[in-house]
């Protein structure tokens, strides 16, 4: 068989932002060997791309599938929507570098994220591992990894909240120069999660110029997205700025009420540091809802110890009260400043089965329909589900959705969680909502924009200079869309419904889905960052 794909008279948009244009594209041993006019190629399978679009594969800048890729060899989540390449290792917190100690820590603090899956036995230790286990079990996506702050703090402070120590950061810079050289692409932190909301501003920057050095970028998840957002995107920037480290401002949101409509201050940030020479991309979502853990919206001194510490102090009244004093009333920092609503947290996903009609339902009506204050719900599902509960949080602001993904530096990032009853539909639909409701509804962006967006920048950012267009000698990442039909069909009642108006993804020149259904393959695998160390 011959191992050429002719793609037919289809609308190349190749990710360069200009006019698309009509034309073949011609795929050979993984490669894009023919851009344009109408090529003839003897024995080449051909596909008929007549009304539809030929765009470089998208990028999910903010990906948590770092068992997924492992565990779900179908990843139809992902594939289905057109992405090609995932970048994980999110928040601060994931599975390389780790002690023994602290991947049985890492394991449960975020099972809410990535599930417990029993046929991935994290065997690894270095992200060497983490990586090449990935090749080894091959998967449907290329696969980016980000280096998690949190987690490299655990490993040499524990989680207990107090300043590093000079040896301290001799022996965190050491595991990220370690991390990069083996692949890495960059940082990430969590700065509302322990133990990374630990880190100072000075510490972040000592680890971030090491990053800096090989070429990488640091990702934040910032101290707030509520109370004192902008203040904790200044402080990121301020990292980049004495780091001399490329920035890329991960989920960039501005939510809660006393956010609503403010995001040109946010992008107004951006430009001025822009100005001042500071590299800054950002990733969003196109959705209202934020989605994470059902234990973030604990303070963080809530989470000094590690889960068992934290469910002890949730069995203690005394404790409960005063937690409960600071998650309703001050505001914790893990609910970004903000005295949470309750009405706004809803159930996404249980750990325990046996909790499974919590699903579907708020914090809020759960207590009414059981008579009970909002708080006891709180602690007690936390409790019961072992920390393991996940959440969709309705704090959005359409405005600012909007608004920040025209910026000329923004990406798309789904930031989706692949676990639980009821997950957030973003994890099934980010892309298609991106191309069909403000695409083709709504004239956002056009459609040569906005695969700038979803390929070719974000490929840009990682460093990958052979991926995210439509040219000759670039590897073959490849999705073919209809753009009268691509939608997101996802809802919060339905959240696995898979993309309308994809009928072809080829990653490495190999299809993944053909006519619309997956076909098994695994062509996908590591990604590894050159290291550019100075």
């Known amino acids: 068989m011959s191992d050429e794909l002719l793609l037919r008279g289809g609308l190349i948009v190749d990710g360069s932002g200009q006019d698309p244009v009509l034309g073949d594209v011609l795929v050979r041993a993984g490669r894009i060997v023919g851009v344009g006019g109408r090529i003839d190629a003897a024995g080449a399978r051909v596909v008929d791309a007549d009304g539809l679009a030929v765009a470089p594969g998208f990028v999910d800048m903010h990906a948590h599938s770092d068992l997924a890729v492992l ?184 939510n809660f009420p006393e956010n609503r409509g403010r995001a040109g201050e946010l992008l107004a940030l951006v430009d001025r540091a822009l100005a001042d020479g500071v590299d800054i991309t950002l990733d969003s979502y196109p959705y209202l809802p934020g989605s994470t853990t059902l234990s973030a919206l604990l303070p963080s001194r809530a989470a000094v110890g590690g889960p068992e510490a934290t469910l002890a102090r949730l069995r203690d009244a005394g404790e409960r009260e005063r937690i409960a004093h600071q998650v309703e009333v001050v505001g914790s920092d893990g609910c970004h400043g903000v005295p949470v609503d309750w009405a706004t947290i809803e159930i996404a996903g249980v750990r325990d089965p046996a909790l499974g009609d919590r699903v579907g339902r708020t914090v809020a009506r759960i207590a009414t329909d059981e008579r009970r204050r909002p708080a006891e719900v709180f602690f007690d599902l936390l409790v019961d589900d072992r920390l393991g509960t996940s959440i969709l949080q309705h704090v959005g602001d359409e405005q600012n959705v909007r608004e920040i993904m025209r910026h ?64 000759e000698g670039f590897v073959a990442d490849v999705v073919v869309l209809d753009p009268a039909t691509v939608a997101d069909r996802a809802t919060p009642d339905e959240p696995r419904l898979t993309a309308a108006g994809i009928p072809w993804v080829l990653v490495g020149g190999t299809p993944v889905i053909e006519d619309g259904e997956r076909t098994g393959s695994r062509p996908g695998g590591a990604l590894r960052h050159r290291s550019r160390s100075r």
């Open 71 to 254: 565990a779900d060899g179908d990843h139809r989540a992902k594939v289905s929507q057109g992405v090609t390449t995932e970048v994980v290792g999110q928040d601060g917190l994931s599975y390389a570098p780790v002690t023994d100690a602290t991947m049985a820590t890492v394991r449960e603090q975020i099972a809410g994220w990535n599930g417990t899956p029993a046929e991935v036995d994290l065997a690894w230790r270095s992200v060497a591992g983490y990586l090449a286990e990935i090749d080894r079990r091959g998967s449907a996506t290329n696969v980016a990894y980000l280096l998690p702050q949190g987690t490299i703090r655990m490993n040499v402070i524990g989680t207990g909240d107090r300043p590093a120590s000079a040896t301290d950061l001799v022996a965190m810079r050491a595991q990220v120069d370690q991390g990069m050289r083996e692949g890495a692409f960059g940082l990430s932190s969590g700065l509302t999660y322990v133990p990374g909301a630990f880190a100072s501003t000075d510490e972040l920057v000592a680890l971030a110029e090491v990053v800096a050095r090989h070429g990488g970028f640091y990702a934040p998840h910032q101290r707030s997205y509520g109370a004192g957002a902008l203040d904790a995107y200044a402080e990121m920037v301020d990292v980049a700025r004495r780091a001399r480290c490329a920035l890329h401002l991960t989920h960039a949101t501005m």
């Open 408 to 471: 000329r530096r923004h990406t798309g990032g789904s930031d989706g969680i692949l676990v639980g009853a009821k997950p957030h539909p973003r994890a099934h639909g980010t892309f298609p909502r991106y191309l069909g409701r403000y695409v083709r509804e709504e004239g956002v962006l056009s459609l040569a924009e906005m695969i700038v967006h979803l390929a070719a920048r974000p490929a840009a950012r990682l460093g990958l200079h052979d991926r995210g267009r439509i040219a």
